[in-house]
């Protein structure tokens, strides 16, 4: 399966991109995970956040968002790492979050990659040099931890 990767500005994604990348978060984050929440949280379009795409077939299969440091001491932060149900076990996950760290180490150099993760998910971000620097939380009724790389 060739997957066309995609690292957009904010500002380069269309319209249906923009739909689809909400759509797959709607129906993993909202929908298969039982966690209403507010996903649309005004960070999609702000300042140089990023978004990336793995599409197929002009299906979106997986997706991660950058959001940019909000400051020289802050960290570049990925979140919304997600494979579409259909796109699991194709080793989508492990490219998705190779790219993402290649995005940010190629926008943001000279800042560590922060991102929240859901507890249960700890030791696959620990493949790619993440580590724990909090304690296990609670976030909309889920269990998460702060890593950073």
């Not at 066309?4 to 993993?28: G, K, M």
Request: proline content about 3%.
């Amino acid at each position: 399966m060739e997957v066309y990767w995609q690292d957009l500005h904010h500002s380069e994604l269309s319209t249906a991109q923009l739909y689809q990348l909400l759509a797959l978060r709607n129906t993993v984050f909202v929908v298969e995970q039982h966690c209403p929440y507010q996903d649309i949280d005004g960070a999609d379009l702000r300042g140089d956040n990023r978004h990336l795409l793995a599409i197929f077939d002009n299906q979106l299969l997986a997706y991660a968002r950058i959001l940019a440091p909000e400051s020289a001491e802050k960290p570049v932060k990925i979140g919304r790492v997600i494979v579409a149900s259909e796109a699991r076990g194709l080793s989508l996950g492990n490219r998705l979050m190779e790219q993402a760290i290649a995005s940010c180490e190629h926008y943001w150099p000279q800042h560590k990659i922060f991102l929240s993760a859901q507890a249960h998910l700890q030791a696959f971000y620990g493949r790619f040099g993440f580590h724990a620097v909090s304690d296990t939380y609670l976030e909309d009724d889920i269990p998460h931890i702060d890593m950073e790389n």
